[in-house]
C-alpha cells in the first residue's frame, strides 16, 4: 500500500467503488480504496438490485437515468457482468390523488430526456400479468428500469477504477482519519497509514462510526428492510418474456422477477431502525432475522391486487439493513467545519443512485462544484439541529413513508418542535399551522385557532387560500408582522473583512449603514447564492440569506477565508427577530423606536444598531413583501419583549400576523424569485436577472466575473420569466413543464396564487429567444396544458414606490 495518496475512499460498497471510478476517469488516478473486509461486504450484496429512474426532485431523477446507463458502459471497460435486465417498469395508481402524482412525474420526464409514458392497464397486465388491473387508475411506463446484480455492478465499478490506475485494499480497516496542518488526512489502517489529500467517507451501513473518526456526527440511520422470494408462479413461468418492474404505491410493494417466480419487497409503516448506538464493528456478510408479522399486514394488501402472489410458496425471506439520511436522499460534498473531508453517505438507493453520486462528488472534488444543482443531496442541507437522534426519527419516518404520498404543501410530522423561537407559544395560540425550515419551526399562515390549525395535504388550492388571501391584504392595506429567525444571518469581521467580501460578492459592497443585495457566483458563474449584506462598521458585515443555506454558504465563506484578518461566524441562532410590513408599519415602529424614523432620516436600505421596544436590534428597512417594511433582528432573549410591543402598539393600526405562504404569494406579484427554487447552482446571473446587481466595473475582480463576463457578451441561453397561468383551483408548485407551440422548452422553478392581484403565477426559464413581451406559453399542471402569458413588469406596484415610499 502505498503511503501518499489525493484520495482515500473509505468503503468499498457501490457507492466508494462507484467514487473511486469517476475520480479515475476524469483523471485523479491517484486514488485509494479501503474496505474493510471484502467489496460489498455491508448492505451492497443483499440488495433487491432494482433500477429505476423515478425521484421526486428533477436533478436526482436525471442522475438516476446516468447511473443506469452507466451500467453498459462499466460492464464493457471491466468485462465484469453486471447481469442487466431492463424488461421496463412499471408504476401503479389505485387513487386519484396517486394518479395526479404520475401526471406529475410524466410531465417532469417531458423535459429530464426520459420516456416515461402512461399505458393502459390492459397494457400494464401484459407487461406484468400477475396485476388484477380492476384494482387500478393508471399505470406509468418507464422503458430503462428493470434491475441488475449488485455484487457484479460493484466489482465492475472497482475493476474499471483498476482500469484508470486506482488502487482497492481489501481487508484493510480504517482506524484513524486524523486532520493534518496542510488540510490533508493522516488515514491509520491495520495495514499500515496513508497520508491524504482528501478524504471520503464511503462508509454505508458504517458511515456514523467513519465520520466519528473525524469527530462528526453524521444524521444517518441503518433500517432493517425485508423482501421476499417466491417458488415458481405459473403465470410467470407462461408469460415468455421477463415481467415488467412493479411499483404498486397503496399496495406497499415492489416487485420484479426472480427466476420463474418473483421477488417482493415492501416498505412497512411498523418498521426497525436497526443498530441505534451503532454498527457493530463485526457485522460482515450477515442476514437479520427475518420478522414476517411486521409485514403481514401489508403483504395482505399486495396478495388481493397481484392474487397470483397469495399462492405462490415463499423460497427464501432476505431482512438486511440500510442507510438511511432523514429524508431518504444521500448526503453528499464537503462535509462543513472541515477540510478536504467529504461526504457519500446515507445512499439508500445505491444502484439507482450510486453512478450519479459518483459522478457529482468526483467533478465537485476536481472542478470546483458539480455540473448539476445537488442541492437535494448536499450534506450541508442539515445542520446541527441534525442529532443522531433527529436522523433515526427521520429515517424511519422516510422509510414508513417510502409508498405514501406527500404533497407539496404537506409537512411531516416526525420530529417536529424541537427546535422553537421565544414567540412559538404565542403564535401557535395565533392559531399558526407551523412548518420546520432547517430544524426551525416557523408559522406557515394563521387559522382562527390553534383547534383549527390544520392544513389538509392536497396538490390543489388548500384550505389555507382564504387565510393567506387576507394575511396579504392586511400587509398590502395595513400592517402585518412576521417572525425572521429563520432567515440566516452571516458575520463577517475584522481588518481584511472587506477586501475578503470584495473577491465573493458580485456587487459593490454598501456604505456603512447601508444594504446592497449581491449574487453569489461560482468560477463558472453559476449561481451560488443570493445575499443581502450589510456594512455596520468599518471592519464589520452582517450577511442575511435563505435559512436552508445556511451551511452551505458557511463552508463557502469558510472555504475562501484567507490565513488571518478575517473571523467569520454562522449568527442564524443567535440573532431572531420580526419584520413588519405595511402602509401603516412606520407608524408602528415610530411607536416602539426612539429613532427618527421618518422616509428621510430612515431611508429604503437603511441598516442601524438601535434599540426598538427597548431591547437593541439591528433595524433595517427592507421588506420581501414589496411593502414599506422593516426587518428587526435581535437576540432571542429580547425577542418576546419584541413581539409584546408590536402586540400592543399595532392593535389599532389593525396589525395582523402572517407566515411564510403570504410572504411567497407577495414576492410573486413583485416578479422576485427565492433561493433553492428560482435562484441556484443550476443557473447564472443573467439567465436569473441577478446578473442587475453585478458590477462588473468594480476594482476587485470577483469570484465568477470572468464567466459571468464571457455570458454577458454571448447572452445567456435562458431566461427566468414570470407568467400568469390561467388556472382554476390548482397553482404550480414547481417542477412543471412550459411548452411553446406544442413542444417543451422549458420548466417552472417557483409558483403559486398571488392573493392581492388575483392571479396565477408561474416562475419558470425558457430559452432567450422566445422571451418577448407577448409571448405565451402553455404550463402543465396535473395532465392538463394551460396558457401562461408574459407578465415582464411586476404586477404590484412595478416602479417600487411602496417600499421606496
Ligand atoms: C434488503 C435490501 C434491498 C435493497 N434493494 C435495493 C434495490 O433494489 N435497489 C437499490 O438501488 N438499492 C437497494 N438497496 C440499498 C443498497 O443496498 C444500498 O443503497 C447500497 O448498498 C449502499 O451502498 P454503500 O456503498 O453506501 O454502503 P455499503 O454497501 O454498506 O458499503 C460500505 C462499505 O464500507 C466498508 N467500511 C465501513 N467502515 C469501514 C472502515 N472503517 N474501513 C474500511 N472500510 C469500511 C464496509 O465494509 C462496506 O463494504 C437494498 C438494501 C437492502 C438492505
Known amino acids: 500500500m502505498k503511503s501518499h495518496a489525493r484520495v482515500v475512499v473509505v468503503g468499498g460498497g457501490v457507492v466508494g467503488c462507484s467514487v473511486l471510478y469517476h475520480l479515475a476517469k476524469m ?46 458502459e462499466i460492464e464493457e471497460l471491466s468485462g465484469q457482468s453486471v447481469g442487466t435486465h431492463r424488461p421496463g417498469g412499471i408504476y401503479l395508481a389505485s387513487t386519484p390523488e396517486r394518479l395526479d402524482y404520475l401526471k406529475q412525474e410524466r410531465a417532469k420526464a417531458r423535459y429530464m430526456g426520459l420516456d416515461t409514458e402512461f399505458i393502459t392497464l390492459k397494457e400494464a397486465a401484459e407487461l406484468n400479468p400477475l396485476i388484477d388491473p380492476s384494482k387500478y387508475l393508471g399505470a406509468l411506463f418507464e422503458p430503462v428500469d428493470g434491475h441488475i446484480d449488485p455484487s457484479g455492478v460493484t466489482h465492475a465499478y472497482a475493476k474499471s477504477a483498476r482500469h484508470y490506475g486506482a488502487e482497492v485494499h481489501c481487508n484493510t480497516p480504517v482506524l484513524e482519519t486524523n486532520p493534518r496542518p496542510d488540510g490533508g488526512w493522516e488515514v491509520v489502517t491495520s495495514n499500515g497509514t496513508i497520508l491524504a489529500e482528501h478524504l471520503v467517507n464511503a462508509g454505508g451501513l458504517w458511515a456514523r462510526e467513519v465520520g466519528r473518526l473525524a469527530g462528526i456526527e453524521l444524521p444517518l440511520q441503518p433500517m432493517e428492510h425485508h423482501y421476499l422470494i417466491t417458488e415458481t408462479i405459473p403465470e410467470v413461468a407462461a408469460h415468455g418474456k421477463e415481467i415488467a418492474v412493479t411499483v404498486d404505491y397503496e399496495g406497499n410493494a415492489y416487485t420484479r422477477q426472480e ?67 432523514p429524508d431518504g436522499n444521500p448526503l453528499i460534498g464537503p462535509v462543513p467545519g472541515l477540510k478536504n ?13 450510486g453512478g450519479g453520486v ?74 399558526a399551522v407551523m412548518g420546520a425550515a432547517f430544524g426551525l419551526e416557523h408559522a406557515l399562515w394563521f387559522a382562527e385557532s390553534p383547534e383549527t390549525a390544520e392544513e389538509t395535504p392536497t396538490f390543489r388550492r388548500s384550505n389555507a387560500f382564504p387565510y393567506v388571501a387576507e394575511e396579504c391584504r392586511a400587509v398590502r392595506e395595513g400592517v402585518g408582522a412576521i417572525e425572521i429567525a429563520n432567515f440566516a444571518k452571516h458575520e463577517i469581521s475584522g481588518p481584511g473583512a472587506e477586501a475578503f ?31 443581502t449584506v450589510a456594512r455596520l462598521g468599518d471592519e464589520s458585515f452582517a450577511i ?26 454562522n ?39 438601535t434599540a426598538v421596544a427597548g431591547v437593541p436590534c439591528l433595524l433595517a428597512r427592507v421588506s420581501f413583501t414589496g411593502e414599506l417594511g422593516y426587518e428587526i433582528y435581535c437576540a432571542p432573549q429580547y425577542q418576546l419583549a419584541l413581539y409584546q410591543a408590536i402586540e400592543r402598539e399595532g392593535a389599532d393600526l389593525g396589525l395582523k400576523w402572517f407566515g411564510a405562504r403570504a410572504l411567497m404569494s407577495m414576492r410573486l406579484e413583485k416578479n422576485w424569485g427565492v433561493w433553492t427554487l428560482d435562484f441556484r447552482p443550476d443557473f447564472t446571473a443573467a439567465e436569473s436577472g441577478l446578473d442587475a446587481f453585478i458590477r462588473f466595473d468594480k476594482n476587485t475582480p470577483f469570484i465568477g466575473r470572468e464567466a ?26 414547481r417542477d412543471e413543464p412550459l411548452f411553446h407551440n406544442g413542444e417543451c422548452v422549458g420548466y417552472v422553478t417557483s409558483g403559486g396564487y398571488a392573493h392581492t392581484c388575483g392571479h396565477s403565477v408561474a416562475l419558470g426559464y425558457v430559452p432567450s429567444e422566445l422571451v418577448t413581451d407577448e409571448a405565451v406559453f402553455e404550463v402543465e399542471i396535473l395532465g392538463e396544458r394551460r396558457p401562461a402569458k408574459m407578465q415582464p413588469r411586476p404586477l404590484y406596484d412595478p416602479d417600487g414606490e411602496r417600499m421606496r415610499g
Not at 473577491?503 to 446592497?516: D, E, F, I, S, Y
Not at 408602528?588 to 437603511?606: G, H, K, P, Y
Not at 457578451?713 to 414570470?722: A, F, H, I, Q
Request: charged share 25%; aromatic share 10%.
Open 259 to 325: 427466476h420463474q417466480g418473483v421477488l417482493i419487497g415492501t416498505y412497512e409503516p411498523a418498521c426497525k431502525p436497526w443498530a441505534v448506538e451503532g454498527t457493530p464493528a463485526d457485522f460482515g456478510h450477515e442476514l437479520l432475522q427475518p420478522d414476517i408479522d411486521r409485514l403481514a399486514d401489508r403483504l395482505e394488501i399486495a396478495f388481493e391486487r397481484m392474487p397470483a402472489l397469495a399462492r405462490a410458496g415463499i423460497k427464501d425471506m432476505i431482512n438486511g439493513p440500510f442507510t438511511f439520511g
Open 544 to 569: 442575511f440569506g435563505s435559512g436552508a443555506a445556511q451551511e452551505m454558504h458557511r463552508r463557502w465563506f469558510e472555504q475562501h477565508l484567507p490565513e488571518s484578518g478575517v473571523t467569520y461566524r
Open 358 to 431: 459518483g459522478l457529482c462528488l468526483a467533478e465537485w472534488m476536481i472542478e470546483g462544484e458539480p455540473s448539476v444543482d445537488v442541492w437535494g443531496m448536499d450534506v450541508a442541507r442539515f445542520g446541527e439541529f441534525a442529532t443522531p437522534d433527529y436522523g433515526t426519527i427521520k429515517a424511519a419516518e422516510n422509510y414508513s413513508r417510502r409508498f405514501i404520498l406527500t404533497y407539496p404543501n404537506e409537512e411531516l410530522p416526525a420530529a417536529r418542535s424541537r427546535k422553537t423561537t421565544a414567540i412559538y407559544d404565542r403564535l401557535v395560540a395565533k392559531g
Open 341 to 353: 473531508y467529504w461526504a457519500a453517505v446515507g445512499v439508500m438507493a445505491g444502484f439507482c443512485q
Open 708 to 733: 459571468a463576463l464571457a455570458e454577458r457578451e454571448r447572452g445567456p441561453v435562458k431566461r427566468l420569466v414570470t407568467l400568469l397561468v390561467e388556472a382554476d383551483d390548482v397553482d404550480v408548485n
Open 501 to 531: 467580501l470584495d473577491r465573493l460578492a458580485a456587487n459593490r459592497l454598501p456604505k456603512q449603514g447601508r444594504l446592497a443585495l449581491t449574487p453569489l457566483l461560482t468560477p463558472k458563474g453559476r449561481l451560488y447564492g443570493d445575499l
Open 571 to 609: 449568527r442564524s441562532d443567535e440573532l431572531h427577530g420580526i419584520s413588519i410590513a405595511g402602509p401603516h408599519s412606520r407608524d408602528l415602529l415610530a411607536r416602539i423606536t426612539r429613532d427618527d424614523v421618518s422616509a428621510e432620516a430612515f431611508r429604503f436600505l437603511d441598516i442601524r444598531r
Open 27 to 72: 483523471g485523479w488516478t491517484d486514488v485509494v480504496l479501503l474496505e474493510r473486509s471484502e467489496l460489498t461486504s455491508g448492505s451492497s450484496w443483499h440488495a433487491a438490485g432494482v433500477i429505476h429512474t423515478i425521484n421526486s426532485d428533477p436533478n436526482i431523477a436525471r442522475l438516476q437515468k446516468y447511473t443506469i446507463q452507466l451500467y453498459d
